[in-house]
């Protein structure tokens, strides 16, 4: 059967076909310069103005439905100037502040100079609902009568259509429902859901109809007004009036993200402008946060991917685990309640293994698309199984791995059952869906996987990296059940992880390229690439020593190396293109798990010209945000990096990433059994001094700690402790 299997995924995955699902890119994200907002399963995309001008992604979503499509303000019917649009540092709140143009009547007479009007628009995301405030004042020195519109509309768009997905058919949208103060726009969609949008303002508008509400403001020198409106998509009447609502929820929404923000370590420096970096990668990474049954997770990223994503949530999970362990325990908890129980080849799903997507949209309902609950992903099962055995070590807390224990032998199993198709201990994918992902590692575009002259290889396909991460799974099998009081188990795991390495060594290490192949293809035939999948067998330590040095070489060459971080794809290959998704460009999360192999075996420094490259590239991004990857041209000196036109920001392991950039690079390992905390080689890379952690929790202690450069040296320093902890350098 598993012959059959195999034959019949080489003819599904043939050929040179465009991936279906990819993004379609209309607009580049340094054009649109967007805006965003999100609380729980909501987020929302806004332009400099606050407006939501169609077309576009902009727009307010909850559970990948387009809830608003249009929300513009108009003064006297034009739209005011831009002066300043900001986020809050903590991400909490969106200011735009505005201003009136010159507005002259028909004949070209001045009836309002510019810059006497003011507006301020704050906009937060709370529950189901987006909240503004439209503060409008006046600042001339006489009194004046002014218009203030706000046009709104909803297309009810999957988040599918919204990134190009063609559709045959859609559901019906209904006429506005106008009361006196609300507005209801609705759809229902073929799944036979009923989806609303509504709309409440307060006061009451002067004018309201179905798409426009108007009012108009008699304000005196120096006097302001105020309007609220609450744009909800759940069902049913308003708790409050609009105006209370916006408060309430305002300190609920600030009460919430404060408790959340309070696990995380505080980091301070001697650069500002990597304070401001790292401030803004922790609030865009508990923004991203959504509060699950089962605990905190990190959705994927804004705005094609504001969903639960196993392996980005794996991969966030283990770069931040240091900082904040809970975010790993809610990413375990989800993960094991939603592992696959049963094969179906609808949603590439069987038994053990670990969810890639959920999708709560009208086509996923309906099947259009198979994300509904899609499982096609051949490294989040090891990646699970890697992060159950590091936040054992993280934490010690044995009652959660007890509890996942059941989860992680059927990921096992899986591994060996499934994910070995062949029995040659090599884990490979092959999409059972024919609209299922047709690559299912990271890097699945469609053209992803290529032999050296640029051929597509044929699955199934053997992932240099997915092997290991299944060598990491085995570890961490051993180490967990040995913790568990299994010890007969782990004997057999360690067993398995040490075959693996072997057999990785021989058949994937290329000597002519100094480093490991991209992949196995269906038939054994090596993809003969140089790319940064090498980089994460240092990462997971499948690697054996002797071959670190070639590795890191040729990752950090020239043709690897872009400057601002190591390539996908080295420009020596045949598919390079720097302004790809995967075949050139320069991913932060890619980079920070290979810093972490570099740390691992030593290198140290090369971590910090990675950690470097990186920062340097955020400071030239607006909020100092890295975004999902960036092009990979070369660094040139007076230049910043090339930016790719439609990738998310803010997106979770790549804000991530500098977090656990700083791990690596300090050696930093946290024992809670002692507890202790442990500085290996740490090194501080160039932009920095000096480093102080606060809040460093392990094992119930609490300690503060500071790093600084001296000479050649970084000397570590107890500022502070509470509890019995240890702190250990070594040189």
Same mark, same amino acid.
């Given at each position: 059967?598993e ?16 991936e ?27 332009d ?15 559970r ?16 005011p ?12 709140t ?19 100079? %510019? ?8 906009r ?16 001339d ?20 259509e919204?990134?190009?997905f ?16 609300s ?21 009451k508008?002067?004018?309201l109809?179905?798409?426009? &509400? ?40 600030r ?44 959705y ?26 809970a ?12 592992q ?15 969810? %890639?997507?959920?999708r709560?949209?009208e ?9 509904? #609950? ?10 699970f ?9 993280r ?7 007890? &509890? ?12 060996e ?12 994918? &092959?999409r059972?869906n ?20 640029g051929?597509?290889?044929? &699955? ?15 570890r ?6 040995? #913790?568990?009081?299994?010890?007969g ?6 067993r398995?992880?040490?075959?693996l ?8 290490f ?15 035939k ?12 240092l ?15 040729a ?28 075949? $050139? ?11 972490? $192999? ?5 290198? #140290? ?5 990675v ?12 909020? #100092?945000?890295?975004p ?20 998310c ?5 790549a ?26 080689e ?15 929790r392990?094992? $119930?202690?609490?300690?503060?700690? $500071? ?9 570590v ?9 240890s ?5």
């Amino acid at each position: 059967m598993e012959r059959v299997m195999q034959d019949s995924a080489k003819r599904l995955d043939a050929g040179d076909a465009p991936e279906p699902y990819a993004i379609a890119a209309s607009d580049s994200v340094k054009d649109v310069r967007p805006l965003v907002l999100k609380h729980g399963d909501g987020f929302a995309v806004f332009d400099g103005r606050g407006d939501i001008r169609p077309p576009g992604a902009e727009g307010v979503y909850y559970r990948d439905t387009r809830h608003l499509c249009c929300l513009v303000l108009l003064i006297e019917r034009r739209p005011p100037l831009l002066l300043s649009s900001s986020l809050r540092d903590d991400n909490a709140t969106l200011t735009c502040d505005l201003t009136n143009p010159d507005l002259t009547d028909d004949h070209g007479q001045m009836l309002l100079a %510019h810059d006497l009007i003011h507006i301020r628009r704050s906009r937060f995301l709370w529950r189901t609902a987006c909240f503004e405030r439209i503060n409008v004042r006046n600042f001339d020195d006489r009194r004046r009568r002014i218009e203030i519109a706000v046009e709104f509309a909803a297309d009810f768009a999957d988040l599918f259509e919204v990134r190009g997905f063609q559709r045959e058919k859609r559901g019906v949208g209904h006429h506005p429902r106008v009361e006196e103060a609300s507005v209801v726009l609705s759809y229902t969609g073929l799944d036979a859901r009923l989806r609303t949008t509504t709309l409440m303002f307060d006061p009451k508008p002067t004018a309201l109809d179905g798409d426009r &509400a108007c009012y108009m403001l008699d304000l005196d020198a120096g006097e302001s007004r105020s309007i609220f409106i609450e744009i909800d998509s759940r069902q049913g009447p308003p708790a409050d009036r609009a105006y209370r609502a916006y408060f309430l929820s305002l300190r609920d929404a600030r009460r919430e993200l404060r408790a959340s923000m309070a696990r995380a370590v505080t980091i301070q420096t001697s650069n500002d402008i990597f304070n401001e970096a790292a401030s803004r990668a922790i609030a865009d990474l508990y923004m991203l946060v959504t509060r699950l049954p089962e605990g905190p997770y990190p959705y994927a990223g804004i705005p094609w991917f504001s969903a639960v994503f196993g392996r980005d949530a794996l991969i966030t999970a283990m770069e931040t685990l240091w900082l904040d362990p809970a975010i790993a325990r809610g990413v375990l908890m989800h993960l094991a309640a939603t592992q696959a129980t049963a094969v179906d080849d609808a949603s590439d799903a069987e038994p053990g293994k670990i969810l %890639h997507e959920a999708r709560h949209g009208e086509m996923a309902e309906l099947g259009e698309v198979p994300f509904g #609950r899609y499982y096609g992903s051949v490294d989040s099962t090891p990646l699970f199984v890697m992060l159950a055995g590091a936040y054992l070590e993280r934490t010690g807390d044995m009652d959660a791995l007890r &509890a996942l224990w059941p989860n992680i032998e059927a990921a096992l199993g899986w591994i060996e059952r499934y994910g070995d198709r062949d029995g040659d201990g090599f884990v490979e994918y &092959a999409r059972r869906n024919r609209d299922g992902l047709v690559n299912q590692g990271w890097k699945d575009s469609h053209d992803a996987v290529f032999h050296e002259d640029g051929s597509m290889a044929q &699955a199934p396909i053997a992932l240099a990296e997915v092997q290991a991460y299944v060598y990491a799974a085995w570890r961490a099998a051993g180490d967990i059940a040995r #913790r568990l009081g299994r010890e007969g188990q782990a004997p057999a795991f360690d067993r398995k992880a040490e075959a693996l390495r072997v057999q990785f060594d021989r058949l994937f290490f290329d000597e002519a390229l100094g480093t490991y192949v991209l992949a196995l293809d269906g038939d054994k035939k090596p993809c003969r690439v140089r790319a940064s999948n090498a980089g994460h067998a240092l990462f997971t330590g499948i690697a054996f020593p002797e071959r670190a040095a070639s590795v890191v070489a040729a990752l950090m060459g020239s043709s690897g190396f872009s400057g601002w971080g190591v390539r996908t794809v080295a420009s020596t290959e045949a598919r390079y293109n720097p302004m790809s998704y995967h075949n $050139g460009s320069v991913w932060p999360h890619d980079n920070a798990l290979i810093a972490s $192999g570099f740390a691992r075996y030593g290198y #140290r420094a090369e971590a910090g010209r990675v950690f470097e490259g990186l920062f340097s590239a955020s400071t030239y991004v607006d909020l #100092r945000r890295l975004p999902e990857l960036l092009c990979g041209f070369p660094r040139k000196k007076g230049r910043g990096p090339t930016f790719y036109p439609v990738a998310c920001i803010p997106q979770a392991w790549a804000a991530a990433a500098p977090l656990s950039l700083i791990q690596s690079c300090l050696g930093m390992t946290l024992d809670p059994s002692a507890p202790r905390i442990t500085f290996t080689e740490p090194v501080l890379p160039p932009f920095l001094d000096w480093i102080v952690l606060k809040g460093l929790r392990v094992g $119930g202690a609490v300690a503060e700690i $500071g790093l600084w450069r001296s000479d050649r040296r970084v000397v570590v320093d107890v500022l502070d402790r509470q509890g019995a902890v240890s702190v250990v350098t070594t040189t």
